[in-house]
């Protein structure tokens, strides 16, 4: 398994679908994974620290999870099948969850649990980039300082290389 960060959600253009991308912590691979508007919301929401009036649905898994007495460990991206990938959920005690990767991403910056992948994942949807390319990067990185969870109002059904 190989660590990654959340690097954030935004827009792809000309299709309006929203994507979350991650970056392998110790590498040069960036994994950008399609997902739904409200998916996208819920991750710019805990990136940008927005604390809603009442719990969402992500806020409310984790006040479930802490009330069990549980804790959720990890989030594992493990595996890719016809352009989807799949997630789990890993809790203390040895439990997992099968969850949809955006979701688990959600609630994985809610609570503050490393998000993982299988090598597999990272070689079959993995995009290298280069040192050189980081100011592409860094111009991502100004445009989701700007973005904000509206922006992911609309949009069509599931792209490639999905999680729904």
Known sequence: ???LDVI???VEMPSNNPIVLLR???GDRYLPI???AP???AIAFAQQGVVPPRPLTHDLLKDVIAALG???EEVRIVEVRDNVYFAELAFDGGA???SRTSDAIALALRVGCPIVSAEEVLDSGGVPVPDEDEDEVEKFREFLDHITPEDFESGSGPAPGSDR
């Open 1 to 3: 398994m190989r660590a």
């Open 8 to 10: 954030g959600v935004r």
């Open 24 to 26: 392998e912590r110790d």
């Open 34 to 36: 399609w997902i739904g």
């Open 39 to 41: 998916e996208a919301s």
């Open 70 to 72: 549980r804790r959720l």
């Open 96 to 98: 997992t969850v099968s």
